[in-house]
């Protein structure tokens, strides 16, 4: 990863697309939850001010409509180093003057993990995700349009909206027939006054029960 810059340095950045996913944040309360579609990330392999690393970058909407970001792409750009790396994935963002220089002919593959371009962000949020378990995500889905690994924010208690806590979570927006998907154990959610609440099985049976196995 390159040195820090400060928070208002423009850094320069180009390489190789590794993976396109979207960028969402998870915003918790006990037993509520609300996702917030944002943009997306992309994984990149090359060079951060003026150092060689794999990065992150995340970018706006309107980007992706633009340049259609997928793996294999060879891409340049501006970026700042992200305020709260608490809510962020990335550890940039404010993407600007991005050029593709390189742009591979790809063909989507029905079979995990899902590549090509992503699809919009209204379409992840009529989907709905589903749990994923850590590992497998980082086994199996660092390369798929349909993974996603969210900055997660907690308030603890409604009377004390300071009290806060923050974590990432990994959830999938794919098929439900993928043949890498494992949910993993469920989550537990911090309440007020010690309480913990668990988010069972049924909360993703409800986010995705409009969609059949392949869907």
């Known amino acids: 990863m390159p040195d820090k810059p400060a928070l208002t340095d423009k ?4 390489g190789k697309v590794l993976a396109v996913q979207p960028r969402i944040r998870l915003l918790r309360s006990f037993d509520q939850r609300s996702h917030s579609y944002q943009g997306y990330v992309l994984r990149i392999e090359g060079i951060c001010g003026g150092r060689e690393a794999e990065f992150l970058i995340a970018v706006g909407k309107g980007a992706q409509a633009k340049h259609g970001f997928c793996i294999g792409m060879s891409v340049s750009g501006m970026a700042v180093l992200v305020p709260d790396p608490r809510l962020e994935t ?3 963002y404010k993407a600007s003057q991005i050029r593709v220089s ?3 002919e790809l063909q989507a593959v029905p079979v995990p993990p899902f590549i090509g371009v ?4 209204p379409t992840y949020r009529e989907r709905g995700p589903r749990r994923l378990g ?3 995500y980082e086994s199996y889905c660092l ?3 349909w993974g996603c690994k969210m900055p997660v924010e907690m308030i603890v208690d409604h009377w004390n909206p300071s009290d806060k806590r923050y974590r990432f979570e990994t959830f999938c927006y794919g098929p439900k027939s993928c043949s890498s998907y494992s949910a993993g154990p469920t989550r537990q959610v911090p309440g007020r ?3 913990t609440g668990e988010e069972e099985d049924w ?3 409800d986010e995705t029960s409009h969609r059949g196995p392949d869907e």
Not at 11 to 14: E, G, I, N, Q
Not at 118 to 121: I, Q, R
């Open 11 to 14: 850094v320069d950045w180009s």
């Open 90 to 92: 990335a550890a940039f």
């Open 102 to 104: 390189d742009r591979p």
């Open 118 to 121: 992503p699809p919009d962000l």
């Open 134 to 136: 850590a590992r497998t």
């Open 143 to 145: 390369a798929c349009i």
């Open 193 to 195: 006054r010690g309480m």
């Open 203 to 205: 909360v993703d049976e």
